[in-house]
């Protein structure tokens, strides 16, 4: 338990290590928010913007010497209350810490700081010929630091894997303000523990990650999308399989047809096959060969078409095309207009069980609150569904109640509460349903190891009490 | 510092855990080798052989209360001295434990013990239509435990990454005994620390790994394999950074003229092409549809020819061909035969200046021993390099005085004493050419948090002295 010190000298001192231009303070602190989704007002009265790993080092050493908490701030794209702070903490956020310092097209890496946001890597990348690829609908805002410590996902996992598998290396300030340079660029380095993998997706409660060297790929140049309609889950399950022989698949999209129809009915363009099917795919290809690719694209329709997997498709053959089959998956401005108040859900299940999974949770739902509305989709190659539930206008208030009862029925099949998310302070009441008591404790062990006094992001993933 | 107990109710205790046949003492104890290179008997005068989780739990357990120190052994392939073991010490031999519990074909995972070889595994994912990408050629031996453990690479990391990628799930007993169960099988599972990252690539420092779930990846149904000659270390590069854009290629092996010229020289049939180019490739490509493959390996052929890249090829068009070409790369009793007594190196360095390093390497070595005799070829895309050095016959009592040589050169280019064999109890001492102090000193508080009294794989990373 610790005493807040008296903020004018907190804010003195930190002011001497950041400066003017890296303070935010009191009624402009608060005039911002930290979630996308909800308002949340930052609690903390004090921003700190440090501009490089020196004087982020410093900033944290000074709040450790003063028994101060701190709560990091990355791009707040984050929807688990990770950045959420109250009135005893101060922030520190890495938006001035945005200098892309290299891009190696030989091997095909980016040397960035925390701050960079993820479409300005991009940007830079595709200048090289290269890409970075994460694909998050909140690229423009979401950084470089906050998606490795969330080990953020998004639409390409299926294909080239989540955030951890293109992280070389990582400059991190730990806890106690040592920064610890592992920023190795090497694909193949088996030289004692990777120590990085302990920063990313741990929420920033273990280090704040300074600096990232990012393993990039050739940026595609031919690109299919196209549309199926199918009727069957077990039929979905054996197009995945297939798709899954196919060296350029980039995504594999899946829409239950409670999500189609209401994006189908919306009047906004999103209706490119007939409704009333039971489920709608949309699968992407990314590759480097127009030739070749278009006979891979070929191929696999015929295929699909010959074994009745199929009901309806429809290929895009152009850009614009592509990008009207993509408005269908991420038709978020529908969801928020029909759906609202919605509780949004990011599960992940066994590929054999899901469809089981995802009736019985609707089921459940629907015995408990009759008004029950969903919409489910997701990333079915990565085992990973969205799903959002409206259970009437008290939607918001019993959000606990139904995530409880979510969650009861995913934990029966062994499914995780959050695929990509992450833990953050939202969902810290259900960790233990789907974590051991041995992972938790384990997980204590570190955090106490390297953060005895739970200064750094004190009430994400763990409550806050002492370890 | 702990007092051995009495070796005669030590083995009394683990006698009555793991059984008669559970035991191996002493003389057959020493009759076995723990290294695949040099000889090595192993020194423990008990093998404790537990045929599941709970005998390994209360072997652990059981050692831990009298203060006994633990080498842990998988395969013994690993070739960093990291199963070496001295007359104080237990050995733990996963060698009983080889069920393979399950292959998923739907979601596309195995669950084996940690016991089970390689090659076994592959066996077992065969039969479903599937493959484990981890391709060494020690597969007959090497387990799934050890290889998780010091997280192998192989040949085929320049498509499907190194072990740490498979690995979803673990269970792993820890120095204390306990049984940490971290089973996930989900691709996506961010809820909290990924605690198996920890445990991949330690080599046993912090745990005991008893069981995996592992991501397999469709079998391959095409293979095309070609050997090129290049005059050009610029155009070696070229054509990696072409080749990185086939999704379906599979290896990319670099051969040095010094290579190149013992294996053609060999009278074994290594010899695709005229001698005399200054290196030689071999570029595997694996994929699962004929038709399109093939039209991608002869568009890849026709634009390095266009680009004058290359100065002769060689395309395999049997099964046969192919097996004839990957001799020559892997010519390891060529080697042996021509090269003993050598020093094997595993490094890894920037893309970037791959070429000027091994110069450097080879000039400096060349001016402290004159007589020195190089073979070097590698994993290019990955970085990784592996070199064979001999300076006479008085090779392997100078061994860590060549390494000097090298790995001082190494350093200045930012490279890695090792790219996949590891840090085990034979590179110790130059762990901190490649780790910075900060580095190294959160491993052994890692260390510390986990095996306090350093009683597994005591002499493995660190010297053994207190933590």
Excluded at 377 to 394: K, Q, T, Y
Aim: aromatic share 6%; charged share 20%; glycine share 8%.
């Amino acid at each position: 338990m610790h005493t807040p010190p008296a903020k004018a000298e907190l804010e003195r001192i930190l002011r001497g290590i950041v400066g003017d231009s890296g303070l935010v303070v009191g009624r402009d602190a608060r005039a911002r928010q930290c979630d996308p989704l909800r308002r949340r007002p930052v609690l903390a009265p004090i921003i700190v913007r440090p501009s490089n790993t020196t004087e982020l080092s410093e900033t944290v050493s000074a709040c450790v010497e003063l028994g101060q908490t701190m709560v990091i701030h990355g791009g707040l794209t984050g929807v688990a209350g990770g950045a959420y702070s109250c009135e005893d903490d101060v922030a520190i956020s890495l938006e001035r810490m945005t200098h892309i310092e290299e891009i190696d097209a030989v091997g095909q890496t980016a040397t960035a700081q925390a701050g960079v946001p993820l479409a300005a890597l991009q940007t830079a990348a595709a200048a090289h010929g290269l890409m970075y690829p994460i694909d998050l609908l909140s690229q423009g805002s979401a950084t470089v630091g906050g998606t490795i410590a969330t080990n953020a996902g998004g639409n390409r996992v299926v294909r080239w894997g989540m955030t951890r598998r293109h992280v070389l290396g990582l400059e991190v300030v730990l806890p106690n303000g040592i920064v610890l340079p592992a920023l190795n660029r090497l694909v193949k380095n088996n030289t004692g523990y990777d120590l990085k993998q302990l920063f990313i997706g741990s929420e920033g409660t273990l280090g704040i990650i300074s600096k990232a060297i990012l393993q990039l790929v050739p940026l595609p140049t031919s690109e299919s999308v196209m549309f199926l309609a199918v009727d069957d889950f077990d039929n979905v399950a054996t197009l995945l399989n297939l798709a899954r022989r196919l060296p350029i698949l980039s995504a594999f999209e899946v829409m239950w047809s409670d999500y189609y129809e209401l994006m189908a009915s919306s009047d906004s363009g999103r209706s490119p096959l007939p409704r009333g099917h039971d489920f709608y795919i949309l699968v992407e290809m990314l590759g480097y060969n127009e030739a070749s690719d278009r006979s891979t694209v070929e191929d696999f329709l015929q295929r699909i078409h010959d074994a009745e997997l199929i009901a309806d498709v429809s290929l895009a053959t152009s850009a614009r095309q592509v990008r009207d089959l993509w408005r269908v998956r991420e038709g978020s401005e529908v969801l928020v207009a029909n759906m609202s108040p919605f509780v949004s859900f990011d599960i992940s299940v066994d590929l054999r069980c899901v469809n089981t999974c995802i009736s019985q949770i609707k089921q459940a739902l629907s015995n408990r609150f009759a008004s029950s509305r969903f919409v489910t989709f997701g990333h079915l190659g990565d085992n990973n569904i969205h799903m959002g539930v409206n259970i009437g206008p008290e939607t918001l208030e019993l959000e606990s109640e139904i995530e409880g009862v979510v969650f009861s029925q995913l934990a029966k099949f062994g499914g995780s509460i959050s695929a990509e998310h992450g833990i953050g302070q939202l969902k810290r009441e259900f960790l233990q349903l789907c974590k051991s008591p041995e992972e938790i404790a384990l997980m204590r062990q570190l955090k106490h190891s390297l953060d005895p006094v739970q200064l750094l992001n004190p009430a994400v993933l763990f409550n806050k009490r002492p370890l």
